[in-house]
């Protein structure tokens, strides 16, 4: 049995500024489509802490730019020292490099967040 294979998506979406879309991991047609959930404008990006040697992360910073250049989302990193990309990398993105992640609509991460750092009023 042969294995399926991933479709490229490819649209003949307009023009954007900044980093291509396909670059970055975002569907083609994102820029047209606006934010996926809207009314949530403020996406932390959380450090690694679950294994010492984990060093990835759920956006790079070319994603974090385009976000916040094309979309206009505030991105909230959590400072790390071993994430394969520094602070400074992030910062030049347009995130801010910040101690916690309160009052962020959406929290990203590459692990599970432990539950006892979840708001004990969201799902």
Known sequence: MKPARARLMTSAAPPVSGPCPREVGIPPDYARRGPIIRGMNTIGVRHEDKNRWERRVPLTPAAVAALVSQDGLDVRVQSSDRRVFDD??????????VAGL???????AVKEIPAELLRPDTA
């Open 88 to 97: 400074a990398a992030y910062v030049e993105a347009g995130a801010t490099v």
């Open 102 to 108: 309160d009052g962020c609509d959406v929290v990203l």
